[in-house]
């Protein structure tokens, strides 16, 4: 298995300003994956980071608004950029080896 | 067509029965499938996973796939009330992106 952890867990950001959430793994990945869960809803997948490589985005979320970095095996960063009270949602790393995906405890964040 | 279906739910059972949680998908080429719980406030906590065709089980739990109908199932023996939770199914497509179908809300009624 694979532990991860997300900073922060929270947090309450103005409209307008960016957040930047970090995704930690105890382990060498190979893909690390970003999806966002709006209140009652399932996972959305926003991006696949690759180290090495720009970030594959899904349809509906592009690179100017959700920036990724993917600076080594273990780690990644989601800027939630020029946000809007929309934004508001619980934002979730993902990874693990190939045959099995584990997830980070979350991120939720509330635009005002 | 979405790429992973569940039934919303909410599904009723009482403990001790078997409770059935079902899940298509559209990507013939999908390589590997997933069972998630999820309790309110929490993350997703993976409890299956399986690639190849027939049955699965660990403890309780049996995953079962189809690839000739894209169809997954979990079956969930000896229901308890913790088992009451939402249960996702995620699919890896052939473009090894991880796909969640929209959840089964699942209750156990004591």
């Known amino acids: 298995s694979a532990v991860i952890s997300q900073k922060p867990s929270r947090d309450i950001c103005q409209r307008g300003t960016s957040l930047t959430i970090q995704c930690q793994v105890d382990?060498?990945?190979?893909?690390m994956f970003w999806y966002r869960q709006q209140p009652g809803q399932s996972l959305t997948l926003i991006a696949t980071?690759?180290?090495?490589?720009?970030?594959?985005?899904e349809s509906g979320f592009v690179i100017d608004k959700f920036p990724i970095s993917r600076p080594n095996l273990t780690f990644s960063t989601l800027t939630v950029s020029n946000m809007s009270p929309e934004d508001s949602s619980i934002y979730l790393c993902?990874?693990?080896?190939?045959?099995?995906?584990?997830f980070g405890p979350g991120t939720r964040l509330t635009v005002l | 067509q979405k790429e992973v279906e569940q039934n919303s739910g909410p599904l009723s059972v009482p403990e001790g029965a078997i409770a059935s949680l079902n899940c298509t998908y559209s990507?013939?080429?999908?390589?590997?499938f997933f069972w998630y719980r999820q309790y309110s406030g929490k993350s997703p906590e993976l409890i299956m996973f399986i690639y190849s065709n027939g049955d699965k089980e660990d403890g309780r739990f049996t995953a079962q796939l189809n690839k000739a109908s894209q169809y997954v199932s979990l079956l969930i023996r000896d229901s308890q009330p913790s088992d009451s939770a939402t249960y996702l199914c995620a699919v890896r497509s052939s473009a090894s992106k991880i796909i969640f179908g929209s959840g089964t809300r699942l209750s156990i009624r004591p």
């Open positions: 990507d013939r080429g999908s390589q590997s």
């Open positions: 993902s990874a693990g080896p190939p045959a099995e995906q584990f």
């Open positions: 382990s060498q990945v190979t893909m």
């Open positions: 980071a690759n180290q090495g490589s720009e970030a594959t985005y």
